[in-house]
């Protein structure tokens, strides 16, 4: 039987089985959830072993499981470490739903639920990739599997887990699919991944919350303070203000640039998807520069005072934000998050007092076009899509990618078979079923040409 048949013959199965994986809800995030987590993990497990990987492990952590498993057909042909995610981002808000978020329905050809794209349905191709290759008796490399439980809470049981097993992780190249292109006509490998800081910071006034009419005017409202803080870290060009935030910036030629901004991009439709009047970013790059190479901060969230219902007249005593940095090539983590810091401080008025705290980070990353594994998947995308595929730079990150070169010496592929248009991390995620078969028509032909390129 040939993989394109044992794949039509078993379609149904794969996508029921990952509609049972999608219902459960996995949030790394939330430890009221952690014996969905767990359970998951115990899932993806045993669907390795179904499939034929051997040595499958639950290998518990400090956090959430990592699952384990391997197959070696013979020690001569080269090996891919495949990574991907079991865990998912909160489903909040719950009533910008159309649908449960952990109740997968389908409407129009596309999966509905947390975790459709991000990354469960992509992590899931792979096992189906490698059930067919097993089956059809075309396995072309060795394959280990790492599939972790933190990567939505920044993966620091995983780099643990990576030092203390070089030996065991022993491979080629590692495979991953937790990316997007631009469009299913428009193949697209993202070669970059930004880096990320994320910091949480505290503005505090008075020791209490005060009433805002006998106290306001005469104390300094943290709320305000904050606000004011925020916007002066972006000048009138959009540009970063804090000092040395663009020092180490890579900046790339022209020509570089020009390939960059010669991908298929549409302003009107971006603009229209988002239901945005008008694009926003640093003067002076396109949008795709804008996401791509360009480091950025954003407030994620931002809290104080009275948010309930109706109306309460209060001056409170502290207000909170938390804020994250998109980092490029060479910009490093912990440098940023300390130009942050220092900065912070030093702005705030003596009117009150500020806490910064550094949550997780992690470095940028690129793949070279010009390595065997990027033209061993530009082959494999050409088979399956029949069009060469663009390089492009992903804005997201996926910090452990970097840890994985530094520990292992081993280059990531970012073969991603989502769109940024499938809500990641919003309500409503989706991903379409035709993207799930051809990701999985499509992994093993990169299993083959990464063996032909090897040998
Ligand atoms: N799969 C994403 C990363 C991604 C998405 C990269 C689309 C490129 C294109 C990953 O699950 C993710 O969400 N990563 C987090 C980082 C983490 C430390 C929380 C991110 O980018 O915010
Ligand atoms: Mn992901
Ligand atoms: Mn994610």
């Not at 197959?71 to 159309?98: R, S």
């Not at 809470?153 to 990576?162: P, T």
């Not at 791509?292 to 001056?315: C, D, F, H, Q």
Request: proline letters at 5%; a negative charge.
């Amino acid at each position: 039987m040939t993989q394109a048949e044992y794949i039509t013959e078993n379609k149904e199965r794969f996508l029921n089985e990952l509609l049972e994986l999608l219902r459960i809800p996995s949030i790394s995030a939330r430890s009221e959830n952690n014996n969905d987590t767990q359970r998951c993990a115990e899932a993806v497990a045993q669907k390795l072993r179904e499939a034929g990987a051997d040595k499958v492990e639950v290998c518990a952590t400090d956090g959430h499981p990592i699952i384990y498993g391997e197959k070696i057909v013979n020690a001569l042909l080269p090996t891919v470490l495949v990574y991907g995610h079991y865990d998912v981002q909160p489903a909040d808000p719950l009533e910008l739903w159309n649908s449960p978020p952990f109740e997968p329905v389908i409407k129009d050809g596309k999966i509905y639920a947390r975790g459709a794209c991000d990354d469960k349905g992509q992590m899931y191709m792979h096992v189906k990739a490698f059930e067919t290759m097993m089956q059809t008796n075309t396995l072309a490399c060795n394959v280990k599997f790492m599939i972790e439980g933190e990567e939505e809470v920044g993966s620091v049981n995983l780099g643990k887990f990576v030092v203390a097993n070089t030996a065991r992780l022993k491979a080629d190249v590692i495979l991953i699919s937790d990316t997007s292109m631009i469009s299913m006509d428009t193949p697209s490998i993202d070669v970059g991944l930004r880096g990320l800081a994320y910091m949480e910071v505290e503005v505090v006034g008075p020791n209490r919350d005060l009433h805002s009419g006998v106290y306001g005017g005469a104390v300094a409202n943290p709320a305000t303070i904050l606000a004011k803080m925020i916007a002066s870290m972006h000048d009138e060009n959009n540009h970063v203000t804090i000092p040395g935030f663009y020092d180490d910036v890579n900046i790339l030629s022209e020509a570089e640039r020009k390939d960059l901004n010669d991908a298929p991009f549409d302003q009107k439709e971006f603009n229209s998807d988002l239901g945005i009047k008008l694009e926003w970013g640093e003067e002076g790059y396109s949008t795709l520069e804008r996401t791509g190479i360009r480091p950025t901060l954003e407030v994620n969230g931002m809290w104080s005072g009275y948010i309930g219902e109706g109306a309460k007249t209060v001056l409170p005593g502290k207000a909170f934000a938390k804020i994250s940095m998109r980092l490029v090539p060479n910009q490093k983590s912990e440098t940023i998050a300390q130009l942050f810091e220092t900065h912070f401080k030093n702005m705030a008025p003596a009117t009150v007092t500020v806490k910064v705290h550094a949550h997780h980070g992690g470095e940028p990353y690129l793949t070279p076009t010009d390595s065997i594994p990027y033209l061993a998947a530009a082959a494999a995308i050409e088979k399956g899509f029949g069009k060469k595929p663009i390089p492009t730079r992903g804005g997201g990150s996926i910090p452990i990618v970097a840890l994985f070169e530094r520990e292992l010496g081993l280059k990531s592929m970012l073969m991603g078979f989502g769109l940024d248009s499938d809500n990641l991390h919003s309500p409503n995620e989706k991903y379409d079923i035709y993207n799930f078969y051809k990701g999985i028509e499509t992994i093993p032909h990169f299993y083959k040409y990464f063996a032909e390129m090897n040998a």
